[in-house]
């Protein structure tokens, strides 16, 4: 099993974007994480609000299976 990041930037959304930690709906404006990678030769994408992304980059290491969608629902 290959994983390989491609992009992890912080970007001012510019049109409403689900947070893939919370599954929150955020509006355009606010900051959020942008991800994509390569899993298993698969692309992915998802964008994180800034509470999900502060929370698991503080909790890595209870997430080494991955994190699915909703899983930081707050």
Known sequence: MSSYILKN?????RKPH????CGIT???GFKM????????GEFQA?????I????FSKHRNNFEDGV???DLAY
């Open 68 to 70: 699915y969608f909703g």
């Open 52 to 55: 999900c992304d502060a929370y």
């Open 9 to 13: 930037i912080t970007v001012t959304i």
């Open 26 to 28: 955020v509006v355009p």
């Open 33 to 40: 994480q942008y991800s994509a990678n390569i899993n298993d």
């Open 46 to 50: 998802c964008y994180w609000c800034e």
């Open 18 to 21: 689900l947070c893939w930690g």
